[in-house]
């Protein structure tokens, strides 16, 4: 089991930054992928950003790429999403995500979820 908690949110007007953490605790020895997914009220759940939990190439989606970056540190457990550029669309819950296989954009290829934590970006 991975448990993860995520912090960082809030409110911030449109151009502002934020930076969301997501601290990874338990089998992390078992993570291999890792990716951050949001949810808007009314919408389904989509992809944001994903890489292995190794390094290497990072994954984004279209409508946040050049605006947001994930990384991760190794030795705290710890994957981070810095969000710049903040635009109102970009409000919802962010949820880290963790899993043992290759990372994807889909929610089944995660098995491991954080609690979420709200971005709102005012107008």
């Known amino acids: 089991q991975v448990q993860l908690v995520e912090s960082g949110g809030g409110l911030v007007q449109a151009g502002g930054s934020l930076r969301l953490s997501c601290a990874a605790s338990?089998?992390?020895?078992?993570?291999?992928?890792m990716g951050w997914f949001r949810q808007a009220p009314g919408k389904e759940r989509e992809f944001v950003a994903g890489?292995?939990?190794?390094?290497?190439?990072?994954h984004y989606a279209d409508s946040v790429k050049g605006r947001f970056t994930i990384s991760r540190d190794n030795a705290k457990n710890t994957v981070y999403l810095q969000m710049n550029s903040l635009k109102p669309e970009d409000t919802a819950v962010y949820y880290c995500?963790?899993?043992?296989?290759?990372?994807?954009?889909?929610?089944?290829?995660?098995?491991?979820w954080g609690q979420g934590t709200q971005v709102t970006v005012s107008s």
């Open positions: 338990g089998r992390t020895d078992s993570i291999s992928s």
């Open positions: 995500a963790v899993g043992s296989m290759g990372w994807g954009r889909r929610t089944d290829d995660y098995a491991y």
């Open positions: 890489m292995h939990w190794s390094g290497g190439t990072t």
